[in-house]
C-alpha cells in the first residue's frame, strides 16, 4: 500500500487539474481538437470548460478561445492556467449562454451535455452562438459496462458507503445512447449530424498513485478523508481490483468510450 500518506490538498477544481486532466480530459482535448480541424484565427467556444484544458490546449495552435462553465472554481483554475494564452473564461450556464449570436466558429463540448438538466434547450443555444457554416464537436461518456474507470469507482463507493453515494458518479455516464444524442442534435436544429463511437486507451503508468489522485478528485473526497488509513487503504485497493486485467499490477492501461458527435449549422 502506497497510500498511507493520503491527505486532502487543495479544493477540488485544484485536485480535478491535478489528477483527473493529465490522464483522462487531456487525451480527449487532443482527440477533440483534431475532430474539430480548427485553423489558427477560428474562435472556439468550450463549453462546459471545467479547468479549461480544451481551450488552453486550443489556444496554443493560434485559435482564440472562450470557455464557460458554472462552476466558479473551476473557472478559477482554467483562468490561473492560462497566463498568456488567447484564452478566456465565463460564467456560464450552457442553457442560457453569455454569448452573442453567431460568435463561434466552432464549439467543442467535452463531457458536459450528460450533466445538462435540458438538453434540448442547451443544443439550441449552442447553435444560436455557432456562426452560420460552423461546427459543433461534443464528446459524452457511454455506458458504465463500457467504462471501467467510473465502474470501479460505483462498485467501490456502493460497498463502502451505500448505493446512495454513487449517484455523481453514474451522471458521468447518464447519457450513453448515441440515438438519443443524435435525435437531440436535429432537434435543436443541427444538421449533418454524425455521431461516432470512439474508444480511447488511457494509461496512468503508476496506477496507484493515480487511484490515489482520483480518490481526492471524487464527490466523496471528504467522507474518503474521514476514514481511518486501513479502511482508505482497503477502498483504494477495491477501486484498483474493479479495474481487473485493466491493472497489471503497476500501470493501468484502460479504455475510455464515449460517443463523439460532429453537427454543423447550415450557411
Ligand atoms: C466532467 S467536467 C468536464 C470539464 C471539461 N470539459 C474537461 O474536459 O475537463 C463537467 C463540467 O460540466 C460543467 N457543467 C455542468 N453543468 C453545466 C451547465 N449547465 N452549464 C455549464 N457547465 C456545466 C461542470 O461545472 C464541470 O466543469
Redesign the pocket.
Given at each position: 500500500m502506497t497510500n498511507t500518506e493520503w491527505q486532502l490538498s487543495g479544493n477540488m477544481a485544484e485536485r480535478?487539474e491535478e489528477y483527473l486532466?493529465p490522464v483522462i480530459?487531456a487525451p480527449?482535448?487532443n482527440d477533440v481538437i483534431v475532430r474539430a480541424d480548427l485553423a489558427s484565427g477560428d474562435s472556439l467556444l468550450?463549453?462546459?470548460?471545467?479547468?479549461g484544458?480544451?481551450a488552453r490546449l486550443a489556444a496554443q495552435s493560434g485559435v482564440t478561445a472562450t470557455g464557460?462553465?458554472?462552476?466558479l472554481g473551476?473557472l478559477a483554475v482554467a483562468k490561473e492556467r492560462s497566463a498568456g494564452l488567447d484564452a478566456t473564461f465565463h460564467s456560464?450556464?450552457?442553457?442560457r449562454l453569455p454569448f452573442d449570436d453567431e460568435s463561434f466558429d466552432v464549439v467543442i463540448?467535452?463531457?458536459?451535455l450528460q450533466?445538462?438538466?435540458d438538453k434540448l434547450g442547451?443544443l439550441s443555444e449552442c447553435l444560436r452562438v455557432i456562426k452560420p457554416g460552423g461546427q459543433a464537436v461534443f464528446c459524452t461518456a457511454r455506458g458504465l459496462e463500457e467504462n471501467p474507470l467510473m465502474q470501479a469507482q460505483v462498485t467501490a463507493f456502493g460497498r463502502h458507503f451505500g448505493e446512495e453515494t454513487t449517484g455523481a458518479i453514474r451522471a458521468?455516464c447518464g447519457f450513453p445512447d448515441p440515438d438519443e444524442m443524435r435525435s437531440v442534435f436535429e432537434g435543436a436544429g443541427f444538421g449533418q449530424v454524425a455521431v461516432e463511437k470512439v474508444v480511447l486507451d488511457l494509461e496512468a503508468e503508476d496506477g496507484s498513485a493515480f487511484v490515489n489522485g482520483l480518490m481526492m478528485a471524487t464527490p466523496v473526497a471528504d467522507r474518503i478523508a474521514a476514514m481511518t488509513p486501513a479502511d482508505r487503504a482497503t477502498l483504494h485497493d477495491d477501486i484498483l481490483k474493479g479495474f481487473g486485467t485493466w491493472y497489471d499490477g503497476s500501470a493501468l492501461r484502460f479504455p475510455h468510450s464515449a460517443n463523439v458527435v460532429l453537427a454543423s449549422r447550415s450557411a
Open positions: 480535478y486532466v480530459f480527449w482535448a468550450d463549453l462546459a470548460c471545467g479547468t484544458i480544451v464557460g462553465d458554472i462552476n473551476m456560464a450556464d450552457a442553457q463540448c467535452q463531457q458536459g450533466f445538462f438538466p442547451a458521468v
